[in-house]
């Protein structure tokens, strides 16, 4: 049986469970239970190579003595050991010595939460799941990668996880294009799932790692935080998965709650990959960690600051933004201002619709830039859809080989991109014209003419643009108020919507 098959009849058990209330909490039960199996069968490669190893977690409470055996406990017995015992203790790890998987492990079921309320349908998943998946099978475990992306694009369905996940094209272009070296430090400070680190473990891999030194060098590289518990809980497991050993580096917090100002010279970064959660708002007083000329509860924006900061002169990042940033003002032009006079905003490659689709119809581009030197000049890549492609969509998602243009097109920072030509698809705009649209990144492509388009689907897609982007007027407005008025300015400007929406 395939693990697509035996994931579908899992899900189709958990439907019947009073309990497990939508997809997301069907995942959420899925996850932490294919964590502890992925975690037990990694033991056994660990036991085999290491006569020293000692299991962080508890004999009894280990998937191989409780779970492993189909006849073992069920019903009212089995659901009152994982409610009474298995969350409590495993909640309450304790790290031994140096090894730090018992904190791992501990930080994973901080927030998990056993939904399911019968136990013969509990027993039935766990059966489900030990006779179907053998992580040490390397044919299985390639498999339950492609599955694992299956997981995070159901998980999309589900409705409210939009933020956290990133096609996997863009992921493998943008670690591509940086080009994270071996002992160079890689930074995710809203890492999600963990797309983009496992995209760098990847990379690593292939072009850097040669010997059982390098490896653990990788091991040391990979840092990312998410706030969040069920995509914390997805990261971690997905760095198993990836061969990580003591993923502790993925850190569950929210990167924004600490005072700019603390992040030290030693917690600079080499390399920044990243897809800030952006359209939504932080909660109160977290924008008092930033400088007061860079205050906004818009997300992404203080994610933009904070990646800024945190790279070490000569870092490098790639960075998923939405047009809203390009065009915005305000407290965004201060933000680019600062973007382009600390660092080298090189390259902005401008992504068509859909590419996200079906979460959002947002427009978004690929930032590229170095910190250590002022911008002189940005060059831009309008990335064209597929021959054939009128938008991306579910089952025709954005390929990594139609990148591949751009990559033959890149050339190398080191002598300024001297290989680099202008076409219909690239152009190169000089920073005094930047300064003189007052920071306005919006450039559109000077080579195409304005396109008159019929297509209803074309139609709808500008039509969601445009909404964002009124949006993110909205948004700026609020902040200029707040700014202006203090506390009031929300008020305002929810009485006046109020107002907009009753004459509608």
Not at 31 to 54: A, C, G, P, S
Not at 62 to 81: C, H, Q, S, V, Y
Not at 201 to 206: D, L, Q
Not at 337 to 349: A, D, F, G, R, W
């Amino acid at each position: 049986m395939s693990i697509s098959t035996v994931i579908k009849s899992i899900q189709d058990i958990m439907r019947k469970d009073v309990g497990v209330d939508g997809d997301a909490q069907r995942i959420g039960q899925l996850v932490w239970m294919l964590f502890l199996k992925i975690f037990d069968d990694r033991e056994q490669e660990w036991e085999l190579f290491d006569d020293d190893y000692h299991s962080p977690i508890p004999q009894y409470l280990r998937w191989r003595n409780w779970a492993a055996d189909p006849e073992g406990i069920t019903g009212d017995e089995l659901k009152a050991f994982i409610d009474n015992d298995l969350f409590p203790g495993l909640q309450s790890l304790q790290p031994r010595g140096e090894d730090k998987r018992a904190f791992v492990v501990r930080s994973v079921f901080e927030d998990a939460y056993n939904y399911m309320k019968s136990g013969q349908l509990l027993r039935q998943v766990i059966n489900k799941i030990e006779e179907g998946i053998d992580f040490n099978r390397s044919q299985q475990r390639h498999a339950f990668g492609d599955m694992y992306e299956q997981i995070l694009r159901d998980l999309q369905s589900a409705g409210n996880a939009g933020e956290f996940y990133t096609p996997r094209a863009v992921t493998e272009f943008m670690v591509n294009r940086v080009d994270p070296r071996l002992d160079e430090s890689v930074m995710d400070p809203a890492c999600g799932t963990g797309g983009f680190l496992t995209c760098t473990i990847e990379h690593k891999r292939k072009h850097y790692v040669q010997t059982a030194d390098d490896e653990q060098r990788l091991q040391r590289s990979i840092h990312g935080v998410e706030k969040k518990p069920l995509p914390h809980l997805l990261a971690t497991t997905n760095m198993i998965l990836h061969g990580i050993e003591v993923p502790d580096q993925i850190r569950h917090d929210n990167t924004l709650a600490r005072p700019l100002i603390s992040w030290g010279p030693k917690e600079r970064v080499d390399v920044i990959v990243a897809n800030p959660p952006f359209g939504g708002m932080e909660e109160d007083g977290i924008e008092t960690n930033f400088p007061q000329a860079f205050r906004t509860r818009e997300t992404a924006d203080l994610f933009m600051t904070l990646f800024i900061h945190l790279l070490k002169d000569g870092g490098r990042a790639a960075v998923v933004l939405p047009d809203g940033f390009l065009f915005g003002e305000g407290m965004k032009t201060r933000l680019k201002e600062k973007l382009l006079s600390e660092c080298n905003l090189h390259t902005i490659v401008r992504l068509p619709n859909g590419v996200f689709n079906p979460y959002t119809g947002i427009k978004t581009n690929l930032l590229f830039f170095t910190k250590g030197r002022p911008t002189e000049s940005i060059w831009y890549y309008e990335h064209p859809y597929p021959e054939g492609y009128k938008s991306y969509s579910k089952t025709k998602p954005m390929r990594f080989t139609e990148l591949e243009t751009e990559i033959d097109w890149w050339g190398d920072e080191a002598d300024g991109f001297a290989k680099r030509v202008e076409n219909e698809r690239a152009w190169k705009v000089g920073i005094d014209e930047i300064k003189a649209r007052n920071y306005n990144l919006d450039i559109k492509n000077p080579h195409q003419g304005e396109q008159i388009s019929h297509d209803p689907d074309e139609l709808l897609a500008k039509y969601e643009q445009q909404q964002a982007e009124i949006q993110e007027i909205r948004n700026q407005l609020k902040d200029i108020l707040a700014d202006a008025l203090g506390g009031s300015a929300n008020s305002a400007v929810v009485a006046s919507e109020s107002a907009e929406a009753k004459q509608a």
